[in-house]
C-alpha cells in the first residue's frame, strides 16, 4: 500500500515558479513510476510529467522547457518544477504512481490547487 500526499501548490502570478512536492509512505516507492497529472472542471485529467524507475522522463507538449520532474528515492519524494507560469496551467495537480514491477497497486494523491492569476 502507497499513500500519497502533496503540497506546495497556491497562487502565482503568471511568469511565476512553483515547486510541487509528493511524498509516498511505505517501502515501494522507489520501484514506481510516478506521474504529475492535472485537472481542470470539466476536462479530462491529463499527464503532464512522468519520471520512471531509473530517472527517465518525458512531459506533455504544453509543459516542455517549463516543467521538470525529479524524484529523491531516500525521501520518498517526486517534485515537479514549474518556472514561467501561464494562467492556462491553472489546475488541481494530482501525484500518481501507476507501474511497479514487485506491485500491482496504482495510487493517487488527494490533489493541490494551482491558480496562475494576475
Known amino acids: 500500500q502507497v499513500q500519497l500526499v502533496e503540497s506546495g501548490g497556491g497562487l502565482v502570478q503568471p511568469g511565476g515558479s512553483l515547486r510541487l512536492s509528493c511524498v509516498a509512505s511505505g517501502t515501494l516507492f522507489s520501484t514506481y513510476r510516478m506521474n504529475w497529472y492535472r485537472q481542470v472542471p470539466g476536462k479530462q485529467r491529463e499527464r503532464v510529467a512522468r519520471?520512471?524507475?531509473?530517472?527517465?522522463?518525458d512531459y506533455a507538449d504544453s509543459v516542455k522547457g517549463r516543467f521538470t520532474i525529479s524524484r529523491d528515492n531516500a525521501a520518498n519524494t517526486v517534485y515537479l518544477q514549474m518556472n514561467s507560469l501561464k494562467p492556462e496551467d491553472t489546475a488541481v495537480y494530482y501525484c500518481?504512481?501507476?507501474?511497479?514491477?514487485?506491485?500491482?497497486?496504482?495510487?493517487w494523491g488527494q490533489g493541490t490547487q494551482v491558480t496562475v492569476s494576475s
Open positions: 500518481n504512481a501507476d507501474y511497479s514491477p514487485i506491485s500491482s497497486g496504482v495510487y
Open positions: 519520471i520512471t524507475r531509473s530517472g527517465s522522463v
